[in-house]
C-alpha cells in the first residue's frame, strides 16, 4: 500500500524528502524563490512553506501582548515580520510548478487551508503544534488530501488519539516521528520510537531538527518514508529555525559521525514530551479558552468554547469532556480552561509557614492577583523585555509589606540573549546597557516595597554557546569578561546575583551549551575572588550533577554558604527541569537539612515548570509539599 503526492508514491523504497523552508526567507519573496532553486539543486523532492493567520492562530489577548509569557511574545514578533503575503504564496506555488518541484505548506488555521485550496497543492504538512488540535483536522481531511503529520510535542496516547480520529475520517496520512526542540539534543530524539510509532500506523517517516544530517540518515535506514528538514541560507539568520536548519552544502553531505547515531537511537519504551518540547509546546500549541464572558454555573456548551494558541491551557483533546461540565469559577473571554475544570474543586492558597522567608514568582500583570490571595515575605518579578516599558504605577500602588527580587530577563529585544561575558565587545556593551536598565527599574521597584533596602537582581550572566562547550582554556577569560562587566555597571543599592546553571539552558525552545557558573568548583572560586554570592537554582545544578556525575548533596553543601536566595524545583534526567516537588530525583528533606546548616537565612520560591498556570496551582502544591522539610 502507498500513498501518492504528486507524481510521487509515499511508502515505497525511496524516501519522500522535503526542504522545510518554512519561514525561513525572513519574509522575502526574492529569498524564497532563490531557496527553491536551491532545494532543486540539492536533490529535494518538495520545498515546503508555512501560512498562518495570526488572528485565527492566537487568542487576541496573545497578540495585543496583555501579559504573555516570554517565548510567545518572542514567536509573535518574528511571526508579524517573516510572514510571505497570499499573493507571494501563489508566486511560490507558480514558480515550484514551472521549476517541476512540489510545492507544499503547512496552513496553521481553517482560513488557511481555505486559501491553500485554490494553490491547488497535493498534499497537507501539519506541524507538531497542532496534531492535538481536532477542528483543523477535520478541516484538512474535508479536503481529500493526503495529510503529513509531525508528532512533537505529544506522547503516545495523544498520537493514538489522533490515530484514531483520522482513521474515522477515512484519511491518508503519513507519521513523522520528530523531537520539536529547535536544536534538538542527540539523546532527546529516540530514534528507535519509530518501530514502536509503526505498530500505531504503516506509514512513518521522520522531521529533524539536530545538528548535522547522521540521525537524519539513522532515520532512512529505520525505514522513514518521509524525511523533513529545515533548509536555510545561513544558520546565523534571526529566526527560531535557523540555528536548527541545514545550509545547502549539508543537504548534500552523505556521512556524519556514527557516536551521533548511538546517541540519537535512543529506545522504544514511552514516548515523554522533553523539556525543550514543552517550552515550544506551550509557545505554539493550542489550547481551549472561553468563547465568551462565561459566569459560575454555566453548564459548558460548544459555543462557549474556541481553540486559540498558546498551549498554556487545556488540551484540545479534552473538548469532548469539558462539553457539560459546571463551570466552577467566572472567566473572562479567551481565559484558559485548565485540567481543573474537568474536576469538581480546584486548589487554593492559604497560610504556610517555613523557617526562612518564602515568595512566589510573578509578572506585572498579575501582581494584584496574587498580592490580594495569599501573603509571602517577598515577590520575585520575573520580566521580559516588554516588561521593562511598561509603567509601574499602572500595575502598583502604594506601599506593601513583603519584600521583593527582580529576575533580569535572559532575552532581550531584537533576539539578543544577554551575556555580560561575550568575546564580542559590542554584544558585551549591549548587554551592559539592558543590565543597568534592569538595575534602575529595581531602583523604581524599590518605592513600592521600602522594607527592601537592597534588592537583589537575579541573572543569567551569559557565557553560551550554540555547538559545542567552551574549551576549559578559555572559561576564565569569559569569567575576567564578567567581572569587568560588574565594574562598569552602577549597582548602588542593589545586589545581582547570577544563577546556578545547568549544562543544557533551553533558549528559544532549543538546546544550548552553558559555561559559567555551572560546576561547583568555579562557583565558589568565583564567588570568593568577585564577592558574590549566588542564587541557588536546584533544579539546574541537580542537571548539573547528574550530567557531571557528581553528588548533589556534597554540590549543595559547596554552595550554600555563598547563597543569598533559592529556587526551588525537582529535577530528573539531564534535562527534566522545573518538575513539581516530589516527581524528580531531588530529597527534599535531606536538601532542607544542608540548607539550613548553609544558608538559613535565604529566601526562596517555588520554581515549578508553568507553575502559575490555573491560578498559580503549582505553586500552591510545591509550598504545601515543602511546608514539611523547610
Known sequence: MKINIGNFEVGGKRSFVIAE???????????????????????????????RHLDEVYRQRSLSKDGEDLGTEYVLDLLRRFELTLDEHRQVAEYCKKKGILYMCTPWDPRSVGELERL??????????????????????????????ST?????????ITVDFLNRHNAQYVLLHCNSTYPAPFHDIHLRWMERLRTIHPFVGYSGHERGIAVTHAAVALGACVVERHFTQNRNMEGPDHAASLEFSEFKRLIEGIREIEEALGDDTERSVSQGEMINRENLGKSLVAATVLSKGTVLESHHIKVRSPGQGLSPQYYEKLIGRVLQHDMREEDF??????????????????????????????????????????FEFHLSYSDMELKLDDYLSGTYKAGFVVHAPELFSGSRLMDLASPDESYRIESLHETQRVINITRDLKRFFPNTKRPMIVANIGGFTMDAPLP???????????ARSLKELDMEGVELIPQ???????HFGGQRYQNLFVKPEEIVYWCK???????????????????????????????????AHLHLGDASGLNGEGLQIGEGDIDFTKLGTILDAGCPLAPFIPEIWQGHKDGGEGFWIALERLEGVL
Not at 129 to 135: E, F, K, R, S
Not at 351 to 360: A, C, D, E, L, V
Not at 472 to 482: A, G, K, L
Request: charged share 25%; glycine share 4%.
Open 21 to 51: 523552508i518554512g519561514n525561513n526567507h525572513n519574509g522575502s519573496i526574492e529569498r524564497a524563490l532563490q531557496m527553491v532553486d536551491q532545494a532543486i539543486d540539492m536533490g529535494a523532492d518538495c520545498a515546503k512553506f508555512q501560512m
Open 120 to 149: 491547488d497543492v497535493q498534499a497537507y504538512k501539519v506541524a507538531s503544534a497542532d496534531l492535538t488540535n481536532l477542528p483543523l483536522l477535520e478541516c484538512l481531511c474535508a479536503t481529500g488530501k493526503p495529510l503529513i503529520l
Open 152 to 160: 512533537g510535542m505529544s506522547d503516545r496516547k495523544e498520537v493514538q
Open 337 to 378: 480552561f485548565y485540567a481543573s475544570d474537568l474536576k469538581d474543586e480546584r486548589i487554593e492558597p492559604r497560610s504556610y509557614r517555613f523557617r526562612r522567608p518564602w515568595g512566589i514568582p510573578i509578572r506585572y500583570h498579575d501582581f494584584t492577583e496574587y498580592a490580594n490571595r495569599v501573603q509571602p515575605d517577598l
Open 472 to 482: 576549559s582554556e578559555v572559561i576564565e577569560s569569559y569569567y575576567n569578561r564578567f
Open 500 to 506: 546556578t546553571m545547568a549544562p543544557f539552558p533551553w
Open 529 to 563: 575572588k568577585l564577592n558574590l554570592r549566588m542564587c541557588f537554582d536546584i533544579s539546574h545544578s541537580r542537571l548539573t550533577c547528574n550530567h557531571l556525575g557528581v553528588d548533589f548533596y556534597a554540590f549543595a553543601q559547596q554552595i550554600a554558604p555563598f547563597t
